[in-house]
């Protein structure tokens, strides 16, 4: 039975001791005259009511000379970009950087209004011991628009998956996030679906209070298996909940849209959700999903 079956970082030591020290003030050393000035990361995200900070790195031997680092701002290339002192202001472009890392605060200047997301880049324009630079020496920031008219139904949930093929025995729990479509207000882009890291598309009803997917939706890979999508459970779906199914019986679940309800508290409940493992036309289990944040 298939049920529950599951089948350049240019100098290292750097990288290494970059990821284990959460510490700023401890250096960053390893056994070798190399020098390098770079980005810790290439992305951040920093909410638009909350702040958020990157780090530049100087890596080096003990003794290594400090490095006096000028940042440049730019966005070439970017569809919406957030203007500085309009949408955030950065604590210093102009920083001193020691074996280890320095910090730049990023500060989101927050309104009242909703823009959509916006980004900006920040890279290393020069160091003033003209140390060596690392192929990381920019970051793309995002400030994240906090009054999205579906911020209640943004971040990160618990799902409670509720097995109809053995209730209890055949329980999940999936950790779901969902974020904003950039064009559409209406849309959320949810990850994590019965474990599937492939973006699926929901449409929101604020005034309803419902939530939809269309039936099937595509999960890609999941459970070990190379493509499974998530279908309307039917009551014929459902006769079977775990098991092999006809491609009629699935055809007919397209006329169906997945429909659930949300809650002002950000509380979505959606039932009849079978996942499917597509080349075998196989039902993994058909559930009713519980979501908390």
């Known amino acids: 039975m298939m049920k529950k079956i599951i ?37 951040l995200s920093v909410k638009e009511n909350a702040t958020g900070s990157f780090t530049v790195y100087l890596g080096g031997v003990t003794g290594t000379e400090a490095t006096d680092v000028s940042l440049q701002i730019s966005v070439d290339g970017i569809d919406d970009p ?8 950065l604590s210093s472009k102009s920083l001193n950087v020691p ?20 980004q900006f880049r920040v890279s290393i324009a020069s160091n ?8 990381q020496q920019s970051i793309l920031v995002t400030i994240v628009d906090d009054e ?8 990160t949930y618990t799902v409670a998956a509720v097995s109809y093929g053995s209730p209890g025995a055949w329980d999940e729990e999936w950790t779901v996030t969902t974020s904003a479509v950039a064009s559409d207000i209406t ?25 939809e997917m269309i039936s099937p939706t595509y ?8 493509n499974g999508s998530v279908y309307y459970a039917t009551d014929e779906l459902l006769a079977v909940a775990s098991g092999y199914v006809t491609a ?25 959700m079978c996942i499917t493992l597509d080349d075998y036309v196989y039902i993994w289990d058909c559930f009713n999903t519980t979501w908390t944040k």
Do not use: Q
């Open 82 to 89: 957030a203007i500085e002192g309009t949408d955030y202001n």
């Open 219 to 226: 999960l890609g890979p999941i459970y070990g298996y190379d």
């Open 148 to 155: 999205h008219p579906l911020k209640n139904w943004i971040g």
């Open 248 to 272: 009629g019986m699935l055809t007919a679940a397209e006329a169906f849209t997945i429909t659930g309800t949300i809650a002002e508290d950000g509380t979505i409940l959606i039932d009849r």
């Open 187 to 211: 849309k959320l882009s949810i990850v994590g679906i019965a474990g599937s890291a492939t973006p699926v598309i929901a449409t929101l009803d604020k005034e309803n209070l419902t939530i």
């Open 7 to 43: 089948t350049n970082l240019l100098i290292p030591a750097v990288a290494l001791l970059l990821v284990t020290s959460c510490d700023d003030n401890y250096p960053i050393t390893y056994d070798d005259s190399n020098i390098i000035v770079g980005m810790s990361s290439a992305t």
């Open 99 to 118: 074996v280890g890392v320095a910090s730049v605060t990023v500060n989101p200047i927050d309104n009242d209004v909703f823009t959509g997301n916006k």
């Open 128 to 135: 003033s011991k003209n140390y060596p630079m690392a192929v």
